[in-house]
């Protein structure tokens, strides 16, 4: 029996996700190596680049992507979370696949997993996330891709994306995360991202602090890796932020020895560690293609984008009964202490003479009573609500930690009611709203402020 992407979709759904319900013994490698044996193993088909790190892992794939399509190259790329469509997870560079391409792919893994479902090693249950990479192997495969770029999911030694054999592994910056699941230590998080690196495959890596470098420098010395650190090969990098007739940018300068000039391009993915990922991704590029000119590169990280990343639009109910014609929305997935200081950052570069609106909801496991610190004396109106209907929301420690910092806010149960709500509000005020906390609060904003444009 053959299914339609949506009917895949749905089916996909019915396995266990650990995006919605997190859980311990999820993975398994052998499990995926099964899976994609019994498909013919499309996964070795594509040259490809893997990308781990706590934090940036989707910026720098981006960056990969788009400098490689620049290039000439059809580069597929797979990577999470998707923001309004699934087939963000799975798509070229810059367009998603012809509907055909899924639905080959999703009728060739439900008919193959039909038959050997009951073959599974060790009798496991097979998740949501190991059926969707195997999809996108098929994807890659079927599109007859030049390259690809896929992302790790959760950790990097046990992840699904784990059964690739790249041209280059990438990991970025290293922080405290997931430690129910990785380990409560930076070394022991460190381990399972450097469980990517592989025998005689060079990697790339982020600075990093001390205990993290030894870790990594220990696993490419096993695996008779080349290792390169960021720092060794940054000279300088420098960010300007600018406001133009069509538009906000950054513009950024990287030198470096891996390039014959000093890299000059202007951005919309905004804040300095978007410049330490443009190094990263042109650096990972120049070493696997060194042919790819730095005009090339340029053109690539200038043209990346990211949803809900430092994302600016308009706020669709500009009225000029308000004088809010050019009313601005910043919708922007941070979800962590560090994550949305940076965004407060880029932030303050754009609008610190401007009022300011916040918007805020964030899952159960966040830092709130940290996060929550971060907004006292900046926003004038602060609206609290819940990240959507897929990811449980700590109501009462999310409240509590806002009067914790003394900030006065209104809560509304309701997201729907409460994103429309703030975006009147912040006409009305004349304010730029931000609206931030997570990837799921702003999926939910990007899709239902669409019906008010």
Avoid at 66 to 71: G, Q
Wanted: aromatic content about 10%; charged content about 25%.
């Amino acid at each position: 029996m053959t299914k339609t992407f949506a009917e895949f979709l749905t089916w996909v759904d019915s396995f266990l996700n650990f995006e919605k319900l997190p859980q311990k013994n999820m993975f398994w490698l052998d499990t995926m190596e099964f899976l994609c044996s019994m498909l013919n193993n499309p996964e070795a088909c594509i040259p490809s680049y893997h990308v781990a790190g706590s934090k940036g892992k989707g910026s720098v794939s981006a960056m990969i992507s788009s400098i490689l399509t620049e290039a000439g190259k059809k580069t597929g790329i797979y990577a999470s979370p998707h923001i309004e469509d699934f087939r963000e997870r799975i798509r070229l560079n810059d367009s998603f696949f012809p509907d055909e391409i899924y639905e080959k792919a999703a009728s060739e893994l439900y008919e193959k997993f039909s038959l050997i479902k009951d073959k599974i090693p060790n009798n496991r249950n097979v998740t949501w996330f190991e059926l969707v990479t195997v999809f996108a192997f098929l994807c890659m495969k079927l599109a007859k891709v030049d390259e690809a770029v896929f992302e790790v999911g959760l950790g990097g030694r046990l992840d699904a994306t784990n059964v690739i054999k790249p041209q280059i592994s990438i990991i970025n910056t290293i922080e405290l995360e997931h430690t129910e699941f990785l380990g409560d230590t930076l070394e022991k998080i460190a381990a399972e991202k450097a469980g990517i690196i592989k025998n005689g495959i060079p990697v790339l890596c982020a600075t990093q602090v001390p205990e993290v470098k030894k870790v990594f420098k220990t696993f490419a010395e096993k695996n008779n890796s080349q290792i390169i650190f960021a720092e060794e090969i940054r000279k300088s990098i420098d960010c300007k932020y600018l406001t133009e007739n069509n538009g906000k940018f950054m513009q950024v300068k990287i030198e470096s020895n891996l390039f014959v000039r000093p890299l000059l391009f202007k951005t919309k993915m905004f804040g300095s560690v978007q410049a330490d990922n443009a190094l990263l991704a042109a650096s990972a590029v120049k070493i696997i293609h060194p042919e790819i000119t730095e005009e090339i590169i340029e053109k690539g990280l200038s043209k990346t984008f990211l949803p809900a990343r430092f994302e600016i639009i308009k706020n669709p109910l500009n009225d000029r009964r308000w004088n809010s014609e050019n009313q601005e929305i910043v919708i922007d997935g941070a979800h962590t202490v560090k994550s949305i200081k940076l965004t407060l950052d880029t932030f303050e570069k754009f609008y610190s003479a401007k009022k300011a609106h916040l918007l805020f909801a964030c899952a159960a496991d966040k830092d709130v009573e940290h996060i929550a610190c971060l907004f006292s004396n900046r926003f004038e109106k602060v609206t609290l609500t819940k990240p959507g209907n897929t990811k449980t929301c700590n109501i009462q420690k999310m409240k509590g930690a806002f009067s914790n910092a003394k900030i006065n806010f209104n809560f509304t149960a309701d997201f729907s009611v409460a994103i429309k709500n703030a975006s009147e509000e912040a006409i009305k005020d004349n304010a730029v709203l931000l609206v931030t906390g997570s990837f799921y609060l702003a999926s939910e904003f990007k899709k239902i402020i669409k019906t008010y444009s």
